[in-house]
């Protein structure tokens, strides 16, 4: 199993930044298997969409069109940890946002071949 637990949320206003933190942990994270991992958003009443995603090497970034530009993400492997710097941050930010995992080394824009989620953490924009 792996675990994955996300931090760094909070309320900023328009404009501002924030940085997102995932911490993976777990027998089968640590047997060195490659994950690529990924940052996915909902908000009540909508499905979760992705954000961006990083391979197991980090060479290979993806990031859905409304955040392009505005966000980065990375990963530390030495400390099994991924980011993501979200910087110029606009209301329709605002959402829970989840950090996932992936059984392969690349990485992938959809939901469903992500296998291991964490809880969630909360992001607010405010205008």
């Known amino acids: 199993q792996v675990q994955l637990v996300e931090s760094g949320g909070g309320s900023v206003q328009a404009g501002g930044s924030l940085r997102l933190s995932c911490a993976a942990s777990?027998?089968?994270?640590?047997?060195?298997?490659?994950?690529?991992m990924g940052w996915f958003r909902q908000n009540p009443g909508k499905e979760r969409e992705f954000v961006a995603g990083?391979?197991?090497?980090?060479?290979?970034?993806t990031y859905a069109d409304s955040v392009k530009g505005r966000f980065t993400i990375s990963r530390d492997n030495g400390k099994n940890t991924v980011y993501l710097q979200m910087n110029t941050l606009k209301p329709e930010d605002t959402a829970v946002y989840y950090c996932?995992?992936?059984?392969?080394?690349?990485?992938?824009?959809?939901?469903?071949?992500?296998?291991?989620w964490g809880q969630g953490t909360q992001v607010t924009v405010s205008s």
């Open positions: 990083i391979s197991w090497s980090g060479v290979i970034t």
């Open positions: 996932a995992a992936r059984a392969s080394a690349a990485t992938s824009v959809s939901r469903d071949d992500y296998d291991y």
């Open positions: 777990g027998r089968t994270f640590s047997g060195y298997r490659a994950f690529a």
